[in-house]
């Protein structure tokens, strides 16, 4: 199985336990990211309480599906960590894909919640779960069992493919 | 064979052709990165001609293996199809990931190479390619097949693993 071409966001979970072996599997994926000089500036927050997932949904208006979920993976890039900290972005974008995808491996579902660079939503993240300042909430990562149907598209777009030049 | 554990940058490659078709899925599979509010801002110019990618190679001092390599993906983040714009660093590195891990797939070895947001690099890239104003050239991806063993170590830290609050 090819967890690439399975991939979906999965917004909506079934009332079933994520288990820590599971996630931790996920952070392993994670971890398994390329960096930029193999930097590897990243954290992970693990939430588990319903009431600190409830609070993450009203976070904004795109982060209910925190509520549905069986267990969150905050994402944080680590400035203190970071050599090229102008590519921190790319590594984490790398490291969530893989996260998401491994949920995919496990027949698991998630979605990718941006948090980062948008700051309202950054300040409540970082007060609510003590990030400090040199670490940013770079997104949240809904995980559980899916509660919806696989529906995968190709997304291949042949006029996006230049060949030899622009 | 899941390609998130098996991954590893391959930055030298044997004198052996990587396929048209090959080629394509690793297309297909950084389409189907998943992006901000779906926005699928990214473009790709393959790169075939040795004297092309030999000047690429040229172009930075991490850059030398795309003198080698059988192919090149230069992935491009268009800013006139980015509704979130601030955004496409982040979905620009999904993307990558998933050529690199489709790449793995296919038995094939790849290396990111890093431009944006490095001014110099970004220069040189878009005059010798013609990439216009309202792209970034986001990185080059060095794709052939892999002239060292695999030695993948697992990066898993739990240090870098907190539970509930930072």
Chains 1, 2 share one sequence.
Not at 16 to 30: C, D, F, R, W, Y
Request: some cysteine; aromatic content about 10%; overall charge negative.
């Amino acid at each position: 199985m090819n967890p690439i071409f399975e991939r979906q966001s999965v917004r909506k979970f079934l009332d079933k336990e994520v288990s820590e072996t599971q996630i931790e599997n996920l952070l392993k994926a994670g971890m398994q990211a390329p960096s930029a000089c193999n930097q590897q500036a990243w954290e992970f927050i693990v939430i588990n309480d319903k009431k600190d997932m409830i609070e993450i949904s009203e976070m904004h208006r795109f982060a209910k599906p925190a509520g549905e979920a069986s267990k969150l993976i905050v994402v944080l890039g680590n400035l203190k960590e970071a050599r090229l900290e102008y590519m921190i972005e790319q590594d984490l974008g790398a490291c969530c894909e893989n996260i998401l995808l491994q949920a995919t491996y496990e027949g698991l579902g998630a979605v990718w919640l941006g948090f980062h660079p948008i700051e309202d939503r950054c300040l409540k993240i970082r007060k609510y779960l003590n990030i400090p300042d040199y670490c940013i909430p770079f997104a949240v990562i809904c995980v559980g069992y899916p509660a919806i149907d696989s529906d995968v598209k190709l997304r291949y777009d042949d006029v996006k493919v230049h060949y030899g030049r622009y």
